[in-house]
């Protein structure tokens, strides 16, 4: 697992607290998860954008060079019968790679929209891209071998064979973004397919912390009650008793080491708590680890 302990903690602490709120009610996980991921989807969103847009840099490039080829085969075989059903499929594939050229002009121009509030056009642009490409790829695989059919205009369909292969070998990089595992190995994506996978990771391995936590929650109980002094377990506000069900499980179920177990413990009471809960929840977790 290559998602990061904080992140794991952090968000246990969020589901855990939502779960102490209101024990007795089950918590609505589709609604949990899609806020608490929200801004690395946000990101995320983003971050395939703009890989996509890499793996098409040259797009405009081959798009021309392309629209010349087919322009000079189409001057050749416009009155060939015999070469209508190979033009129709040309034109057939010249039309979606039109489409996919547009879908990728959309995608720039929305990208650098400043007044856009969400990343849901985003999303449709960048899934339009996808596709485009994916059909594109397909419909090449398919017209080239048709080619070998047509020897005497073999000199202008091989020129036409390369640049449709330049832009297959292009748009099938950018297909594979689709499904980020399988960019594994590619440095040069290597930060997409990381923040693919801790979001694919973070549900399962936070799901199954707390699970584990709230099953010893009544022996921790037992052993804060025993800690406080002229105080209630009840009268803990709900975030610093999170903490510490996080704090004591880690250290007595995971054998964290404490100075460990402090520093993670105050690094969520100053993010998630009040100024005076770190050092009473660095002096309970002190306490217990005395007892």
Same mark, same amino acid.
């Given at each position: 697992? #290559?998602?990061?302990?904080?992140?794991?903690?952090?968000?246990?602490?969020?589901?855990?607290?939502?779960?102490?709120?209101?024990?007795?009610?089950?918590?609505?996980?589709?609604? /949990?998860?899609?806020?608490?991921?929200?801004? &690395?989807?946000?990101?995320?969103?983003?971050?395939?954008?703009?890989?996509?847009?890499?793996?098409?840099?040259?797009?405009?490039?081959?798009?021309?060079?392309?629209?010349?080829?087919? +322009?000079?085969?189409?001057?050749?075989?416009?009155?060939?019968?015999?070469?209508?059903?190979?033009?129709?499929?040309?034109?057939?594939?010249?039309? +979606?790679?039109?489409?996919?050229?547009?879908?990728?002009?959309?995608?720039?121009?929305?990208?650098?929209?400043?007044?856009?509030?969400?990343?849901?056009?985003?999303?449709?642009?960048? !899934?339009?891209?996808?596709?485009?490409?994916?059909?594109?790829?397909?419909?090449?695989?398919? $017209?080239?071998?048709?080619?070998?059919?047509?020897?005497?205009?073999? +000199?202008?369909?091989?020129?036409?064979?390369?640049?449709?292969?330049?832009?297959?070998?292009?748009?099938?990089?950018?297909?594979?973004?689709?499904? %980020?595992?399988?960019?594994?190995? #590619?440095?040069?994506?290597? !930060?997409?397919?990381?923040?693919?996978?801790?979001?694919? @990771?973070?549900?399962?391995?936070? =799901?199954? /912390?707390?699970?584990?936590?709230?099953?010893?929650?009544? *022996?921790?109980?037992?052993? $804060?009650?025993?800690?406080?002094?002229?105080?209630?377990? @009840?009268?803990?506000?709900?975030?610093?008793?999170?903490?510490?069900?996080?704090?004591?499980? &880690?250290? &007595? =179920?995971?054998? $964290?080491?404490?100075?460990?177990?402090?520093?993670?413990?105050?690094?969520?009471? #100053?993010? /998630?708590?009040?100024?005076?809960?770190? %050092? /009473?929840?660095?002096? *309970?977790?002190?306490?217990?680890?005395?007892?």
């Amino acid at each position: 697992m #290559n998602i990061s302990r904080s992140k794991i903690r952090q968000t246990a602490l969020v589901y855990l607290y939502a779960y102490l709120t209101n024990p007795a009610q089950s918590l609505d996980l589709g609604l /949990f998860w899609s806020i608490a991921q929200e801004k &690395e989807q946000d990101h995320y969103r983003t971050a395939l954008a703009k890989a996509v847009l890499h793996t098409c840099r040259d797009s405009a490039d081959s798009a021309r060079l392309l629209a010349e080829r087919l +322009q000079q085969v189409e001057n050749l075989m416009h009155a060939d019968l015999t070469a209508a059903s190979l033009r129709e499929e040309i034109d057939r594939y010249a039309h +979606q790679s039109d489409l996919f050229d547009a879908a990728l002009k959309a995608l720039r121009y929305c990208l650098a929209d400043k007044r856009r509030d969400t990343t849901d056009q985003l999303v449709l642009c960048t !899934g339009d891209v996808l596709r485009l490409a994916a059909v594109v790829v397909a419909m090449g695989a398919d $017209l080239l071998p048709r080619f070998a059919d047509f020897p005497a205009y073999r +000199q202008q369909l091989d020129s036409l064979a390369a640049v449709v292969n330049r832009r297959s070998r292009m748009q099938q990089l950018c297909a594979s973004l689709s499904k %980020p595992e399988t960019m594994a190995g #590619n440095k040069e994506y290597a !930060g997409l397919v990381r923040m693919a996978q801790d979001m694919q @990771e973070l549900r399962p391995a936070v =799901e199954s /912390f707390v699970k584990a936590v709230i099953a010893r929650i009544p *022996l921790m109980e037992s052993r $804060l009650e025993g800690l406080l002094t002229n105080y209630s377990l @009840e009268r803990l506000d709900l975030v610093d008793k999170a903490i510490l069900y996080i704090s004591l499980y &880690e250290m &007595e =179920e995971n054998a $964290l080491e404490v100075p460990i177990v402090v520093s993670e413990a105050t690094a969520l009471a #100053n993010a /998630f708590s009040g100024s005076k809960s770190a %050092p /009473f929840i660095h002096g *309970l977790i002190a306490a217990a680890a005395k007892n």
